[in-house]
């Protein structure tokens, strides 16, 4: 009850401010409350002459901030973003600020905006933020902390502010901006703010570029040791593959690209990752004739384990794809889906994507069950991530194990169910996957 | 860094505006060694902690300090005068440490729970200028100098912290613009409060009666309704062993009936000689009963209760004191102070003698009290008892109910006969006229609460009261016809909870007068001995804890300009006049590349030569470094015109 009715409120108050002009930096927020402290000691003029230091204080306040109309900077502004960035993993991309003007434009400052989506009703009602239940009564019940944490998550990622070189007159600049993104699938850029101080460097204004642009998040991965999970190995070769012109695993040097939660040591292209500060790994091209599938069960209600399990979906499917395998995601959307990557197929990024964009489906398990024992003539093994531990998931683990195909099945659950679950598969415990994982 | 000379500066203002200029000098000496001593100490989370809340404790410490001398110090005032010094320790540790900013947990106690880091921080070096300036001006004094300097070391504290955005000349224009109109803008607030003051005085005195005038006071008499009268306690009395109490302390008395008010003729006040500091005698008479009166003025001019037979004043904190012909003792220039003796007799000896006022009755009132005289046969030989007698049948009140056009007392004498001590002093004192005796209308308060407790009486508001003196028999003799029980019926009225706040003032009271009674010098050694206890175990302390030299020890050269090959290339100097006209190069961008960028592309052949000085290990001939030396000091020459003509920068480079 009361959450509904204070939801509008909350959406209103945490809204950003489109028409902001300025913006405090942290010596204007220092002279904030001096000037109150300054107003309240400096009220009786007989007994205190702080209400000069009053003075002077509120007339910097209003002179830097009227000074912010006479400097505007004059440049524009084109933002580059990569192609996928992955979740919880610091990226950098670079936007390029062009100076139109005839002056030298120094003491930028560049901050990227991205759109800021409050939650729904619905999810404001229903989803809890993380540990909710160890604050304190009061949080509890106004719920204002559970609706900035949805709100970060619906926005989805946070930007670095970043200082703007100086650019002379009619030059340009690139920028690198770092981010984080805090969730998978795809997060909204809207806006890129310009601030330029005044002469005091108390306030800054904002030159304002709508600069609405799309990306798309991988989902998280965690860090294993690929080998333990091939059970199946080179021996098996099915026809009808086409595209390959060798056997085993090819020196064919492709790109770089940012290191990656679960890449193997041994690609680490050590000299750019000296360069850039930051792992980067070589890229080849693949050639393998081992075929695998990854069956992801993805109709778990509680968003938190169905996460993980496509997290741990990504994980999996990167590992098993870096060395040697043509690869099937087997995942449920309104029916069973295949989707294979390798040997000239489709690229893992293809399954990647669908991984980052997928949502709970309400279809029942025994689908996937149907479609993976259609398909599981042709395997040499098969990894299943459940993402729960009903009785439909349970006849599915069941029901693939006994198909013969090397299996190995990963169950997400909290710590309660850990212990009901067979010896001969693999509990994730919610809060500890990393630490099962590694000691895998 | 940013604040050195500016924050000494700004603790030396404060020392000399408030006055604590002793402990000012040494702590801006501490706070700029802090640039001269190459050691920090290499402190955590948990030191600053425990310094945090050694702050918090001394800031409550303080807190009730001044609120139990507030007599003695203006709480604000003091208080924010001392937050330097009280703040001091931890900007000082912070600065001694090897952390630049204070972690916000160390400060809010509530952050220190939280279970994610804490990211921000506070410089402390800004909080404590800030701090030193705001304390500076809560004194009076220097109000000419005040402004500039505050302002001027605002402006050097800021000036660090300007953008290269803008030239000098800029922030110069900016700050003097705030200069300006800040001196207008305080000066426009001074006078506003000054004209608004004026006003908020004539109106306040319009609407506001002081009670304790001895020229005029005004009564109640004539108000409808119930009257309302506190429980607070005002002052006590403490009589000696084997002394007496008086039964009542005068305040001033009165001989002119105005309206529902009382007045006195003759305006003049004497001022009464010393007879020693702090000392005045009234009356010379050997007979008298010793008291010590517990009150504390809170105003510089205040009428002083004492009985009507006071022969000496004694410790009064007042410089001068002026008595008239009614009994009202004024003290000027009174300080705070909880206590002041009397030596009394028990007569009314300080009220002066009768004039022509003291027989004056309005004619309306003549036919009135003539006929009630008459009928009540009062002007027998006994005229005082008669009155008594007379007065036995009216009822005690605090409530009246009167129509507009009924005069007050002849109300009270002839039909309601029941009000309160002003109705019963007032009537008495005209019927007493009306009898040809003199008679006057004194007000002061009744001596008559006992507290165990404190073994004093206590003097309320609510005993606040008004009697009758009649001169018979060649002295000033109390009429006081207020029936007896009008104290009973006044004490029936206190709140439930009177005991618990007369048990706190009380306390108060007690603390107050033992605090008074302290004095520094016999606690001087034991202070003396702590602080030398404690200042060896805080040396120790100090240093035995972990430091670390910021001074580089393994190199033996003493200029570290020297430290890397090639660094006397003349083209640095190239760089920085490049730098300074505003180019700066990113983090990372290659030197030639920002050359390019900024428009000077010809330079590269020149950066060639100066890098081929820095890393070539066969080095550069001494002919290269010569012309390189020549090209650079052309270029900086040609850069210097064109950067004065700024249309001569060369466009960009595609």
């Given at each position: 009850m009361f959450r509904d009715r204070v939801y509008p409120a909350y959406v209103r108050a945490m809204r950003p401010r489109l028409r902001r002009k300025r913006q405090g930096t942290d010596r204007s927020q220092a002279l904030g409350p001096l000037i109150v402290f300054c107003a309240v000691l400096g009220l009786n003029t007989d007994e205190s002459l702080v209400y000069q230091l009053f003075a002077f204080l509120l007339c910097a306040i209003l002179i830097s901030r009227f000074s912010l109309r006479l400097s505007k900077p004059n440049v524009s502004v084109h933002r580059k973003l990569p192609n996928y960035a992955t979740a919880d993993q610091p990226f950098e991309y670079q936007i390029i600020v062009d100076n139109t003007g005839n002056r030298t434009e120094a003491d930028l400052r560049l901050v990227d905006i991205p759109l800021v989506q409050p939650p729904t009703r619905q999810q404001f009602r229903t989803e809890a933020e993380p540990g909710e239940t160890s604050r304190n009564a009061y949080d509890q019940f106004i719920g204002f902390h559970r609706f900035i944490y949805l709100q970060r998550r619906n926005t989805g990622i946070t930007i670095e502010p970043a200082q703007v070189p100086d650019i002379a007159r009619k030059s340009h600049v690139t920028v690198r901006m770092q981010a984080t993104p805090s969730r998978r699938g795809l997060i909204q850029l809207s806006r890129t703010h310009i601030l330029h101080p005044d002469p005091l460097n108390l306030y800054e204004g904002i030159t304002r570029f709508e600069n609405p642009e799309t990306m798309l998040i991988l989902p998280k991965r965690y860090?294993?040791?690929?080998?333990?999970?091939?059970?199946?190995?080179?021996?098996?070769?099915?026809?009808?593959?086409?595209?390959?012109?060798?056997?085993?695993?090819?020196?064919?040097?492709?790109?770089?690209?940012?290191?990656?939660?679960?890449?193997s040591m041994r690609k680490i292209h050590w000299p750019s990752s000296a360069k850039q500060n930051k792992p980067v790994v070589r890229e080849f091209q693949d050639e393998y004739f081992v075929r695998q599938a990854l069956v992801l069960d993805n109709t778990c209600v509680i968003s938190e384990q169905l996460e993980e399990a496509i997290s741990i979906a990504a994980t999996f499917l990167l590992a098993l794809n870096n060395s040697d395998s043509m690869l099937d995601l087997i995942y449920l959307a309104d029916q069973a889906e295949i989707l294979t990557s390798g040997r000239g197929t489709s690229a893992i990024n293809e399954q990647l994507e669908t991984l980052a964009t997928l949502k709970r489906s309400d279809e029942s398990a025994s689908k996937l069950l149907n479609a993976s024992l259609e398909h599981i003539k042709k395997l040499s093994g098969c990894i299943l991530i459940l993402s729960g531990w009903s009785n439909a998931q349970k006849d599915l683990a069941d029901s693939l194990s006994r198909s013969g195909v090397p299996l190995k099945v990963f169950i997400i659950t909290d710590e309660r169910t850990a212990n009901d679950i067979p010896a001969q598969y693999v509990p994730l415990p919610i809060n500890r996957i990393q630490e099962v994982l590694s000691a895998l | 860094m940013k604040l050195r000379y500016v924050q000494f500066a700004a603790l030396l203002f404060w020392g000399l505006q408030t006055d604590l200029l002793l402990w000012a000098i040494p702590m801006g000496a501490v706070w700029e060694?802090?640039?001269?001593?190459?050691?920090?100490?290499?402190?955590?989370?948990?030191?600053?902690y425990q310094i945090a809340d050694l702050t918090t404790l001394f800031f409550v410490g303080l807190c009730i300090f001044l609120y139990a001398n507030r007599t003695e110090y203006h709480f604000i005032t003091a208080l924010v005068q001392w937050l330097p010094i009280l703040f001091f320790p931890l900007v000082l540790v912070l600065g001694y440490s090897t952390t630049d900013r204070m972690s916000l947990d160390v400060l809010f106690y509530s952050l220190r729970r939280q279970k994610q880091p804490v990211t921000q921080a506070w410089d402390m070096d800004y909080f404590l200028f800030g701090l030193c300036i705001v304390a500076a001006g809560t004194n009076m004094e220097g109000a000419v100098f005040y402004f500039p300097i505050a302002a001027s070391l605002m402006a050097l504290a800021l000036f660090p912290l300007r953008s290269s955005r803008y030239k000098l000349n800029g922030w110069v224009l900016a700050v003097g613009l705030i200069f300006l109109a800040g001196f207008m803008t305080h000066t426009a607030i001074r006078g506003t409060h000054l004209e608004l003051k004026k006003r908020a005085q004539v109106w306040i005195a319009n609407w506001v009666q002081q009670r304790s005038n001895p020229l005029k006071t005004q009564t109640s008499i004539g108000a409808v309704g119930k009257l309302k009268i506190s429980d607070e306690i005002l002052f006590r009395v403490s009589v000696p062993d084997g002394g007496i109490a008086p039964r009542f302390l005068q305040e001033a008395s009165y001989d002119l009936p105005s309206g529902n008010s009382w007045a006195v003729m003759n305006l003049k006040f004497t001022t009464v000689q010393h007879e020693d500091d702090f000392r005045w005698r009234l009356i010379d008479d050997q007979q008298s009963y010793p008291l010590d009166i517990y009150m504390e003025f809170d105003r510089p001019l205040a009428l002083i209760p004492i009985p009507a037979g006071t022969r000496l004043i004694n410790d009064l904190p007042a410089i001068d004191i002026q008595r008239n012909d009614y009994g009202a003792i004024q003290g000027s220039g009174m300080v705070p102070s909880p206590r002041y003796q009397v030596e009394f007799g028990f007569d009314n000896q300080i009220n002066g003698l009768p004039n022509k006022a003291d027989t004056y009755v309005p004619k309306t009132k003549q036919a009135l009290l003539s006929r009630l005289i008459a009928t009540n046969n009062l002007s027998a030989e006994d005229p005082v008892q008669s009155l008594y007698k007379f007065f036995s049948d009216f009822r005690y009140s605090l409530y009246q109910d009167l129509s507009d056009q009924d005069d007050p007392i002849e109300h009270f004498l002839d039909s309601s006969r029941k009000g309160h001590c002003e109705y019963f002093a007032s009537a008495t004192v005209l019927m007493l006229r009306q009898?040809?005796?003199?008679?006057?209308?004194?007000?002061?308060?009744?001596?008559?609460?006992?507290?165990?407790?404190?073994?004093?009486?206590?003097?309320?508001?609510?005993?606040?009261h008004s009697w009758a003196i009649a001169f018979v028999g060649d002295q000033w003799q109390v009429v006081d016809t207020t029936p007896a029980i009008w104290a009973d019926t006044e004490s029936d009225q206190s709140s439930l909870i009177q005991p618990a706040l007369d048990l706190l003032a009380n306390l108060n009271f007690m603390y107050a007068v033992w605090w008074n009674d302290q004095q520094l010098s016999d606690y001087e050694n034991y202070l003396l001995f702590i602080?030398?206890?404690?200042?060896?175990?805080?040396?120790?302390?100090?240093?035995?804890?972990?430091?670390?030299?910021?001074?580089?020890?393994?190199?033996?050269?003493?200029?570290?300009?020297?430290e890397f090959l090639g660094n006397e290339s003349p083209f640095y100097r190239l760089?920085?006049?490049?730098?300074?006209?505003?180019?700066?190069?990113?983090?990372?961008?290659?030197?030639?590349?920002?050359?390019?960028?900024?428009?000077?592309?010809?330079?590269?052949?020149?950066?060639?030569?100066?890098?081929?000085?820095?890393?070539?290990?066969?080095?550069v001939s001494s002919e290269d470094k010569a012309e390189l030396t020549s090209q650079v000091d052309a270029s900086i020459e040609g850069l210097n015109a064109d950067l004065d003509d700024e249309n001569q920068v060369p466009q960009k480079l595609k």
């Open positions: 860090s294993i040791n690929a080998k333990v999970f091939l059970p199946g190995g080179r021996h098996f070769q099915p026809g009808g593959i086409s595209a390959s012109w060798s056997i085993g695993e090819s020196d064919e040097f492709v790109s770089l690209r940012d290191y990656r939660d679960g890449d | 060694a802090r640039f001269f001593i190459n050691r920090r100490w290499n402190l955590e989370k948990r030191d600053f009898m040809g005796i003199p008679a006057r209308y004194v007000i002061g308060y009744a001596v008559q609460e006992y507290d165990p407790l404190v073994g004093m009486y206590i003097v309320r508001q609510r005993h606040a602080g030398l206890i404690l200042g060896l175990i805080l040396a120790y302390r100090i240093f035995t804890s972990e430091q670390i030299d910021l001074k580089p020890t393994h190199t033996s050269k003493t200029d570290s300009d020297s760089i920085e006049r490049l730098t300074v006209a505003g180019f700066n190069r990113a983090k990372g961008e290659l030197p030639a590349d920002w050359l390019k960028r900024i428009g000077y592309g010809r330079y590269v052949p020149m950066l060639v030569t100066h890098q081929k000085w820095r890393f070539d290990p066969l080095g």
